[in-house]
């Protein structure tokens, strides 16, 4: 069965220092792997994807994702978060055509 | 920038109401998409929508639900006779083509039902 799951609920991370959310898929297809931010009361935006090109892509933001086939994990990061990088993000896996699975979600706070 | 728009961003109900949740997809996108997220939840896949006809649904969009593109512009979705758990955040989305292609998604409605 296809899965996303994001291993953390809520991360915690001082201003200026590095940001490394989870994500690991279980998918018998070739996935497309995303990663969404979304802020409160807005919607959904597109951090990054990857669609099988280079396995290290770099998205908005600052931010860049990791595909590891051997892991099957998509990882998120980022060398020096921001305060205003506090949202939650979810790592989000197209299995075929437009079929879309959701992690749960990680909340990111990040400290003064 | 274009954007996908919602409205109403609050919507109140009352159990057994009927409501329609309206959404504007970017201008030059074919498919279409909505999804809900039930408070503390994960986001869930309603139905995709594309040429005038549902493309793939999920079991949670049983009978109570219905899209329809009434018109060039708007898509909406029907809950005909709402339910306590229908309570959710609901987002639509838009893309201009499938198969794993970027989705783009709307602000979302809120859904309260009393």
């Known amino acids: 069965a296809q899965s996303v799951t994001q291993l953390d609920s809520h991360v915690s991370v001082s201003e200026g220092t590095p940001v490394l959310l989870r994500c690991n898929y279980s998918s018998s297809y070739s996935p497309s792997l995303f990663w969404y931010v979304q802020h409160p009361n807005k919607g959904l935006q597109l951090l990054l994807k990857y669609t099988s090109a280079a396995t290290l892509v770099k998205g908005i933001n600052g931010f860049e994702a990791e595909f590891k086939k051997s892991e099957t994990s998509f990882h998120l990061t980022k060398p020096s978060a921001h305060m205003s990088d506090a949202a939650e993000y979810f790592c989000v896996v197209i299995i075929r055509d437009d079929k879309i699975i959701f992690g749960k979600g990680t909340r990111l706070h990040i400290l003064p | 920038e274009p954007e996908v728009t919602q409205t109403p961003s609050h919507q109140v109900t009352q159990m057994g109401q009927e409501v329609i949740l309206r959404c504007v997809p970017i201008s030059n996108h074919l498919y279409f998409y909505w999804y809900r997220q039930i408070l503390g939840q994960k986001v869930e896949f309603l139905v995709s929508?594309?040429?005038?006809?549902?493309?793939?649904k999920s079991e949670i969009f049983d009978d109570q639900f219905s899209v329809e593109r009434p018109d060039g512009s708007n898509f909406t979705l029907k809950i005909r006779s709402t339910k306590l758990e229908d309570s959710a955040m609901y987002f639509c989305?838009?893309?201009?083509?499938?198969?794993?292609?970027?989705?783009?998604f709307g602000p979302g409605t809120r859904l309260t039902v009393l």
């Open positions: 929508f594309y040429n005038n006809e549902i493309s793939e």
């Open positions: 989305a838009s893309s201009v083509l499938r198969g794993g292609i970027e989705q783009f």
